[in-house]
């Protein structure tokens, strides 16, 4: 990834932001993944009264993806809108490891943009067949 990859990855998970439905967090994050073909699939969190029916900007952006029939990726950036750092729950940190372990992962708050892979993010991550079944 250039500076100005990673640069365009941040500016398409801000615009995702924008599209954010978070009226009960006030917490909006924008997503964009890039696939191995050079695609930018986004997506925002989309809350619903019943509360666990929301669902992750990350979440969405990888199962767009997948569902459009990318298979490879190359990084994802997550962007929120309280200036810090948008670190990935641990759901999405397992479906960043499924679907996406060679992506990079950029995080950018007001501070500046952190970089890491998703085992520094999710060590010993839940794998089938690794539970000595
Ligand atoms: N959220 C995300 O979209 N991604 C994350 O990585 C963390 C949390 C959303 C879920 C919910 O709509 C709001 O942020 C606050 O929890």
């Known amino acids: 990834m250039t500076p100005e990859d990673v640069r365009t ?3 398409s998970a801000e615009e995702a932001m924008a599209n954010a439905m978070a009226p009960y967090s006030k917490f909006k994050v924008g997503a964009a993944l890039l696939s191995g073909d050079g695609t930018i699939y986004t997506g925002c969190n989309i809350e619903n009264p019943s509360l666990m029916l929301s669902t992750c900007a990350e979440r969405i952006a990888i199962l767009k993806a997948l569902s459009e029939g990318a298979s490879t990726f190359k990084a994802i950036a997550i962007v929120s809108n309280d200036g ?3 670190f990935p729950c641990g759901s999405c940190r397992q479906l960043i490891h ?5 992506a ?3 995080l950018k708050s007001d501070e500046g943009i952190k970089k890491y ?3 520094e993010l999710l060590p010993h991550p839940f794998e089938k067949g690794e539970q000595g079944a």
Do not use: D, Q, R
């Not at 499924?98 to 060679?102: I, L, R, T, V, Y």
């Open 9 to 11: 990855l941040i500016s």
């Open 84 to 86: 810090g750092y948008c």
């Open 98 to 102: 499924e679907f996406a372990p060679e």
């Open 104 to 106: 990079e992962v950029y």
């Open 117 to 119: 892979t998703i085992l």
